[in-house]
């Protein structure tokens, strides 16, 4: 992995991304969704990405200048359509406006439909945690994963995602997709050409694999079995079902469907601390909560218990000061993009 300064590195997909029709405070918002996940160990959901969101854009499969709307609202519901426009855009602009109504009422819920793949979820959640507010998040994907029992993809690998923001300089962050594994681990092992685990995924013809090309083929295993597959039913419900989006197997893969829309569907439900407890109560409360965690016996061996969104956060501290890590397959990526769209590749690396 190479190294590079995050406000240079987040110019630089911004610029790329105006050069192809995003507007400008549109393109920074999509570059601030795709570093940060890098910056926080999360490159699967990076700028790894960059490359099939501006083809999808190029093909004319995602409208880099697209309108959100209000379908509809009852109360402190609200029915989003994304205009088939960038997901990260879409959906942060979303929560935007759920938040005055969360403010109001003390929750705010939302879905949003005709939407794409729109990274990691915990963007959205760990910038609701630094608004005093609590988001719980859900999202469908292309299908990638089977029922319990089965063989063939249905659902996707259906993430859900909370964060909680605490007194300790980062919010405690659950961010879990309902698969065994993020899909994206396996296509970046494809890309590597490398192994998978066993008990990972399934290849097409519903036997156990570790080659990520017949993984990808196949279908990725449920966490845990049956509850795995319940949690991503109850994704597909919320998300899908609820939002008006496609459902299961007609979500279009990002990669696989170059001729038709995504139609991703999420939701969101966004709680304000303050509507249920005093904020500087609610902190006591959360970092006591940490404490007695944190001081809990451990097992031989372990040094130190952590809790959620703790590791991550600490990764982040250290490729803010030592570069963000992106890999030299998405550098190279990233360079055809700036020799075709004309971008000078003004991104440093560091050298540690």
Excluded at 24 to 33: K, P, R, Y
Excluded at 172 to 180: E, V, W
Excluded at 257 to 266: A, C, I, M, S, T
Aim: glycine share 8%.
């Amino acid at each position: 992995m190479n190294r590079y300064p995050k406000e240079q590195l987040q110019n630089l997909v911004a610029h790329l991304a105006s050069r192809m029709g995003v507007p400008a405070e549109d393109a920074a918002l999509f570059a601030d969704a795709l570093v940060d996940a890098d910056l926080h160990g999360v490159p699967t959901h990076g700028v790894s990405r960059l490359n099939i969101y501006l083809k999808r854009i190029d093909a004319g499969l995602i409208d880099p200048k697209a309108k959100l709307s209000v379908d509809r609202r009852a109360g402190s519901v609200l029915v989003f359509d994304a205009g088939n426009g960038l997901g990260q855009v879409q959906a942060r602009k979303a929560l935007d406006l759920m938040t005055n109504i969360a403010r109001q009422n003390g929750v705010a819920a939302a879905t949003i439909c005709n939407s794409q793949h729109f990274g990691a979820l915990s963007w959205y959640c760990n910038y609701a945690a630094s608004r005093q507010m609590i988001l719980l998040a859900m999202t469908n994907c292309e299908p990638a994963m089977s029922p319990e029992g089965g063989y063939e993809a249905f659902f996707g690998t259906n993430p859900i995602a909370a964060s909680f923001p605490t007194g300790r300089g980062f919010p405690i962050k659950i961010d879990l997709s309902t698969s065994i594994v993020a899909r994206g681990n396996i296509i970046a092992a494809q890309k590597k050409k490398a192994p998978i685990p066993e008990g990972w995924a399934l290849d097409p013809d519903g036997n156990p694999t570790t080659d990520a090309s017949q993984a990808l083929l196949g279908t990725v295993l449920t966490m845990a079995g049956h509850k795995g597959y319940a949690l991503a039913l109850m994704v597909e419900l919320f998300s899908g079902v609820l939002s008006g989006a496609a459902i299961g197997p007609d979500v279009g893969s990002m990669y696989k469907n170059l001729d038709r829309k995504q139609d991703v569907g999420h939701f969101f439900c966004l709680l304000d601390v303050n509507g249920f407890l005093e904020y500087n109560e609610y902190l006591r409360r959360i970092d006591e909560t940490i404490d007695r965690i944190k001081a809990s016996k451990m097992r031989p061996g372990v040094e130190e218990i952590l809790v959620p969104g703790e590791r991550s956060a600490r990764k982040a501290a250290v490729n803010l000061a030592q570069g963000v890590p992106v890999s030299p397959e998405t550098i190279a990526e990233i360079e055809q993009w700036c020799s075709r769209l004309q971008v000078e590749f003004n991104c440093h690396e560091v050298v540690c």
